[in-house]
């Protein structure tokens, strides 16, 4: 099973829609969890941390499943400015972060 | 604030030619830096990272090198490029080890 998993896409959703992606990961031990955003040919961007808790930060709602050993990320009211690759980040303190390969999301007009 | 140069943006190099790229982060002190490498459609390879002046710690065996002759500064070379070196590679830092990380612009390298 490889460490963090992701279906890469991509996932093509209308304007306004609403869309959820899952990460799952292999080590039970992973402590800390992020979403990060890249744009093509750019670097990637920090969008935001899981908390165990579930987070949201205004269309983006962030959940953390530990029991099943994933990560979602759900975006709300979609705009063409979402269009982005979407990179799961999984890491044990101490230990190598690790990347998924990240899910492409095309937001249709 | 903090923030991350790397530099440059775009870089075509033939084959058999040295490389060094340059990173170097403002506002914050003893950073974590690391270094990544993308190829096309690919996830993200952790090449270098360095807890400190003179800590370089390899993940991946390869043509490349990495130094931190300053705090705030962290440099990729290479003697001698090989065609498979050709991707984009990323500089990062973080605050902890392993944390949250900030990425440099990237450099858009092609070797030929």
């Known amino acids: 099973r490889k460490e963090v998993e992701q279906d890469p896409g991509p996932f093509n959703v209308p304007e306004g829609a609403t869309v959820a992606f899952n990460c799952t990961y292999s080590?039970?031990?992973?402590?800390?969890f992020f979403w990060y955003r890249q744009d093509c040919r750019k670097e990637p961007k920090l969008l935001m941390s899981?908390?165990?808790s579930g987070n949201e930060d205004g269309r983006f709602t962030a959940q953390l499943n530990r029991a099943s050993q994933y990560i979602s990320l759900l975006i709300r009211d979609s705009k063409l400015s979402d269009s982005a690759t979407y990179l799961c980040?999984?890491?044990?303190?101490?230990?190598?972060?690790?990347f998924g390969k990240g899910t492409r999301l095309h937001i249709l007009p | 604030s903090q923030t991350i140069h790397q530099w440059p943006a775009t870089l075509v190099q033939p084959v058999g030619s040295p490389l060094s790229l340059e990173c170097t982060v403002e506002?914050?002190?003893?950073?974590?830096l690391y270094w990544y490498r993308q190829a096309a459609g690919r996830g993200l390879q952790l090449l270098f990272y360095?807890?400190?002046?003179?800590?370089i710690s390899s993940e991946v065996p390869q043509n490349l090198s990495a130094s931190r002759p300053q705090d705030r500064q962290f440099i990729l070379s290479s003697k001698k490029l090989l065609l498979s070196d050709s991707g984009f590679y990323l500089c990062?830092?973080?605050?902890?080890?392993?944390?949250?990380?900030?990425f440099g612009s990237g450099t858009q390298l092609s070797v030929l």
């Open positions: 990062a830092w973080s605050v902890q080890r392993n944390e949250k990380l900030f």
């Open positions: 080590n039970s031990a992973s402590q800390s």
């Open positions: 899981v908390y165990s």
């Open positions: 980040v999984v890491n044990k303190r101490d230990d190598k972060i690790i």
């Open positions: 506002g914050t002190s003893n950073p974590n």
């Open positions: 360095s807890v400190g002046i003179g800590q």
